[in-house]
């Protein structure tokens, strides 16, 4: 069957099984491998993107029901060559180590902060608490999405404060923009 | 990689869209709501339909609303919808303390409250919840629809009354004003399903309880419910004694299996004492006590 719909703001279509997932259409079907595929059970939110506008666990989703909607995947977070500040959070903050959990992780933190810009610890953690992160433990992971609550503009705000806090910044020093974006 | 078995798609555009296409199909044929217990049966071959029919287009089916002397809450809901529901917390707290343990976050954008009492999962939390409040779910068929208690709509494990052309189309919840409501469940870790749960109502007269529902899950209670605790309890005061003994006869009438989540008998003194807790908080708000 042929499937139409909106990823990352583009259409494509795509002759498809009816049988075929989500997580499998966008990875393998469009090449957008950031989105994750763990535990095919519904239970890791390794595979977590939206679905018109919110967080879904995309194994659980076929690509057909999804025809006609909007996705946004984890490629789709960066502007411009500009990170997210939910990305640059898990850089500051070593937010990950393999990686295999950051992409469903900064989709629904994107979400959380899209609803509620100022969460709670315990917000954040409600809002992770069907994703498996088996590296870093979560604390680095919540520290990261409160990074980026307390910096809505992401790097340029660091940049700010480092400037404002160490200046005058020898070359080099404090969080420079090479580090925020590498 | 888990790939469910092949089968056609059609998409339905509206209930007699969904109706005719069921009767179109015949018996193979099955309804997909969020998918979220479907799907994963799907993959592990459990479920085999040859047709699935996506009813994610029937919007008209989402809403909760009052109508009447009942809140209306359409089969399509979502259980993220559920759980934000100012009208149904205002009513019935039961149902927000039920919908934040229910799976996680990200599962609950998707399965639907049809779906949920649909699956008819023996340890379904929303089925223990409609039981206790005495809630009457909708069913249509292309002749019409019929209105059945929710103590009726199980017949057995993963069985309800719904046939082959027929769908789940609304949930009705009676307002029950001065009542007080309370879900208890212990679990395994955060977004599992459930080693056993409560949810109650309780309304006063006076001291007198008026009405009790009590509402259990994942313990094997017929219905999903305690009609011998209620009855004991109903009538009389509300004293914390006799909440304990309705909560040991409700107990008592459950016929729980030990399985991975724990042992029977451990099962069995969790329906007792979560149907304690959740009688008591039933109470106290029902009292007006902020609880
Ligand atoms: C990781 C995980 C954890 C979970 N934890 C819990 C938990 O703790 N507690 C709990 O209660 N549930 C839990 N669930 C189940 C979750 O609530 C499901 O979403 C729900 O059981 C099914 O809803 P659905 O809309 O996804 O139904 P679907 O999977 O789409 O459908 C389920 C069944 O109902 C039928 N059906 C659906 N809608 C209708 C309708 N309107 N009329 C007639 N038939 C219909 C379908 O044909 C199918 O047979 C969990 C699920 C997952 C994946
Ligand atoms: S791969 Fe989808 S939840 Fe694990
Ligand atoms: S960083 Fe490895 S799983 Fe989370």
Not at chain 1, 9 to 33: K, Q, S, Y
Not at chain 2, 65 to 85: C, F, P, Q, V, Y
Request: aromatic share 4%; hydrophobic share 40%; net charge negative.
């Amino acid at each position: 069957m042929q499937v139409t719909m909106t990823v990352n703001g583009a259409e494509v279509t795509r002759d498809v099984e009816p049988r075929l997932l989500l997580v499998h259409f966008v990875r393998d079907h469009l090449g957008l491998t950031g989105t994750h595929w763990g535990c095919d059970t519904s239970n890791c939110g390794a595979c977590v993107l939206w679905m018109d506008g919110e967080p879904v666990k995309s194994c659980t989703v076929l690509a057909a029901m999804a025809a006609g909607r909007s996705v946004r995947t984890v490629e789709d977070l960066a502007r411009d060559g500009e990170l997210d500040p939910v990305q640059q959070g898990f850089m500051q903050c070593h937010g990950l180590q393999c990686g295999f959990c950051t992409p469903g992780m900064l989709m629904t933190a994107r979400h959380l902060l899209d609803r509620d810009p100022d969460p709670s610890e315990a917000t954040i953690r409600e809002a992770i608490s069907g994703q498996l992160c088996r590296c870093t433990g979560y604390q680095n992971i919540v520290a990261a999405v409160r990074w980026a609550a307390e910096h809505p503009h992401g790097a340029a705000e660091v940049d700010d404060e480092a400037v404002t806090q160490s200046a005058p910044a020898a070359p080099g020093e404090g969080r420079s923009e090479t580090e925020v974006s590498a | 990689m888990q790939t469910p078995a092949p089968f056609e798609y059609e998409r339905a555009g509206s209930v007699d869209d969904a109706l005719a296409l069921l009767e179109r199909h015949g018996p193979e044929a099955r309804l997909i709501a969020g998918g979220h217990s479907l799907l994963p049966m799907m993959k592990l071959r459990l479920a085999r339909p040859e047709v699935l029919i996506d009813i994610n287009d029937l919007d008209d089916l989402a809403y909760i609303r009052l109508d009447g002397d009942a809140i209306a809450i359409g089969a399509m809901t979502r259980h993220a919808e559920l759980l934000d529901s100012p009208l149904l917390a205002e009513h019935h707290l039961v149902f927000r303390e039920a919908e934040r343990v229910i799976a996680d976050p990200v599962v609950r954008n998707r399965g639907t409250i049809g779906g949920s009492l649909c699956q008819a999962d023996p340890s379904e939390d929303l089925s223990a919840v409609v039981a206790a409040l005495g809630a009457e779910l909708v069913v249509r068929s292309r002749t019409g629809a019929r209105t059945v208690p929710a103590r009726a709509f199980h017949t057995g494990p993963y069985e309800t009354v719904v046939g082959d052309a027929e769908i789940l189309t609304e949930v009705r919840v009676p307002v029950r004003p001065g009542a007080g409501s309370a879900y208890e469940k212990v679990e395994r870790r955060a977004g599992d399903w459930a080693i056993a749960a409560a949810g109650t109502f309780v309304t006063l007269d006076g001291d007198t309880v008026a009405d009790v529902g009590i509402g259990l899950t994942a313990v094997g209670a017929p219905h999903f419910c305690a009609p011998e605790a209620e009855d004991a309890l109903r009538g009389g005061p509300a004293t914390e004694d006799r909440l304990a003994e309705a909560a040991r006869i409700a107990a008592e009438h459950t016929d729980p299996s030990g399985d991975q989540r724990g042992p029977a008998e451990y099962k069995r003194h969790l329906a007792r004492e979560l149907t304690l807790r959740a009688l008591r908080r039933s109470v106290a708000r029902a009292r007006g006590e902020g609880v």
